[in-house]
């Protein structure tokens, strides 16, 4: 198990069989950066133009397809004290007729404050200078290679990852991915400072992040998508063209986990699921909806696997 510091010098705004940028083992650590959506990294500056660039991939040895690669996110830390936001929530979010009313999309700075894990609106010249929130540092973006050598673009999301701008991708998650390459080729971006369900205006508290991460290995088991896990839950992606479409994928791959890992029967995980299953609601303004459903741990104590 070793640590690996790496510093990016380019970025990928497609998730795809890139070279890799790094060749890691399972139990490694990496210590990285990642800059904004929009390309700024820690001082600020573009290096890169936006889309939701992309540090890595990073080739995680001895990953094959069938396989599931495990992501623990030790550490999400802004590296600098501004983000940005946009200022319109996007038109099919609200009735059609409030949607003729939104004004023309503009931005607005936060100053970060990281003593205080708090963020506050600087010039937006007019009521909200001085609105203030906590900051709850997330990527909102991150995957691996996707099937059939395709190379998918960051500014949706699959099964391999991608867009997925769920505000429960913080510190202290541990991420379950599809293996689909050989090597996995893990990346990671688009830092937000905060974010609210949804990610409404088609964008978050966009800044830049250092990143550090622990992966592992899950060898001839493979989901069917997205899994995450923290201290007080289980929770499964669904990613599809509409939220009821979203719900059904995000529920079944619930379901499959209680049956696989908990040795229930269809019967026993339906139980589970009708008197305890929460969903959140991610993503729902980039190309693909995102759904998540969950389940608390607390609920699954009285189980054994």
Not at 147 to 153: D, E, F, L, M, V
Not at 178 to 204: K, R, T
Not at 230 to 246: D, V
């Amino acid at each position: 198990m070793a640590t690996h510091r790496f510093q990016p010098t380019h970025y990928h705004t497609a998730i795809g069989a890139h070279a890799p940028v790094l060749h890691i083992a399972s139990g490694d650590t990496v210590i990285t950066t990642t800059v904004d959506a929009m390309g700024g990294d820690a001082s600020g500056q573009q290096v890169t133009p936006g889309g939701n660039p992309q540090t890595g991939p990073f080739f995680i040895e001895g990953a094959e397809p069938g396989d599931t690669l495990v992501v623990h996110f030790d550490r999400l830390t802004l590296n600098r004290d501004s983000g940005v936001t946009a200022t319109v929530v996007a038109a099919n979010v609200v009735d059609p007729s409030f949607a003729r009313e939104l004004p023309a999309q503009q931005r607005i700075t936060w100053q970060l404050d990281h003593a205080q894990g708090m963020a506050t609106v600087t010039d937006s010249g007019g009521k909200l200078d001085g609105f203030t929130i906590p900051v709850r540092p997330m990527l909102g973006c991150f995957g691996v290679a996707p099937p059939r050598g395709q190379a998918i673009s960051t500014a949706t999301s699959a099964e391999h990852g991608g867009n997925m701008d769920y505000k429960g991708f913080e510190e202290g998650v541990t991420v379950y991915l599809p293996v689909y390459q050989e090597g996995a080729l893990l990346f990671v971006g688009d830092g937000h400072a905060a974010q609210g369900d949804g990610e409404l205006n088609g964008d978050a508290l966009e800044t830049s992040m250092d990143v550090e991460f622990t992966v592992d290995l899950i060898r001839g088991k493979s989901t069917q998508g997205p899994r995450m896990e923290n201290e007080e839950y289980l929770m499964a992606s669904g990613i599809a063209n509409s939220l009821p479409e979203a719900l059904q994928i995000a529920t079944t791959e619930l379901a499959r986990w209680l049956e696989r890992d908990y040795k229930l029967s269809a019967n026993e995980s339906n139980v589970v699921l009708g008197t305890s299953i929460r969903y959140d609601i991610a993503e729902v303004v980039d190309p693909q909806v995102h759904i998540v459903a969950k389940i608390s741990k607390a609920a699954l104590a009285t189980l054994t696997k």
